[in-house]
């Protein structure tokens, strides 16, 4: 999607190891977000960032950590990745009085 | 908790056809409700969104109705296209410190048949 790129597209990684995700930026969007999306879930928030440095929990925070050091690049880190962390990651940007935009997504295997 | 619950899970309607899909919230702090699509390997796209204040809204083909009083809302596809055939999520919109934070339901996977 046109501003908003995610990486890596696919991995697959063993249970217990660390991984980090990017969602890197091009729109000077203040506001970026963290979703996972599973079969009869939905899409559930993460973690969100209102500014550089200033990040949040959503609902499904637990085993997860983010960080935002610059306006463009929002990292979601798996410190220690378990098997119900298998999914499809979206990061997804916003303004105010403007909708979402979405990445492409990561799709993450822990066997 | 889903605190936006969608049906039905899957649906598949005739070319031509409407489709129909509902969802029902619970928080009244809810102020924005968007639909979105998703086509296989890509992400959400929004679609056409409805604030509470309104009962109606439509966009081409494409219409939501928004029932506050039961909280409800709907969208509905009018002469269903297999370009359509995606997976529709709707969703309940919370702000915070200017963040949007989306809850979403759990999807319908439409399929046009043609």
């Known amino acids: 999607d046109a501003g908003i790129t995610q990486s890596p597209r696919h991995k697959v990684t063993e249970t217990g190891t660390p991984v980090t995700l990017r969602c890197h930026q091009t729109?000077?969007?203040?506001?970026m977000y963290w979703y996972r999306q599973d079969p009869g879930h939905g899409l559930r928030l993460i973690h969100y960032s209102y500014g550089v440095k200033d990040t949040d929990k959503g609902e499904v925070s637990d085993g997860y950590s983010v960080s935002r050091s610059k306006t463009e690049d929002f990292l979601l880190t798996l410190e220690s990745a378990t098997s119900s962390q298998t999914s499809v990651y979206f990061c997804?940007?916003?303004?105010?009085?403007?909708?979402?935009?979405f990445g492409s997504g990561t799709r993450l295997t822990v066997v | 908790q889903q605190q936006v619950k969608q049906s039905p899970q899957s649906l598949i309607v005739q070319k031509g056809g409407i489709s129909i899909i509902n969802c029902a919230y619970e928080n009244t702090a809810f102020d924005y409700f968007p639909w979105y699509q998703q086509f296989p390997g890509k992400g959400p796209a929004l679609l056409i969104a409805i604030r509470p204040d309104v009962s109606e809204k439509k966009e081409g083909r494409f219409t939501i109705s928004f029932n506050k009083s039961a909280k409800q809302f709907s969208l509905h596809i009018m002469d269903s296209q297999p370009g359509d055939s995606a997976t529709y999520f709707c969703?309940?919109?919370?702000?915070?410190?200017?963040?949007?934070?989306?809850?979403f339901g759990q999807g319908t996977r439409l399929t046009i048949n043609p």
């Open positions: 729109e000077n969007h203040r506001y």
């Open positions: 969703a309940a919109r919370k702000t915070n410190q200017g963040a949007q934070k989306l809850v």
């Open positions: 997804a940007i916003s303004e105010p009085g403007q909708g979402y935009t």
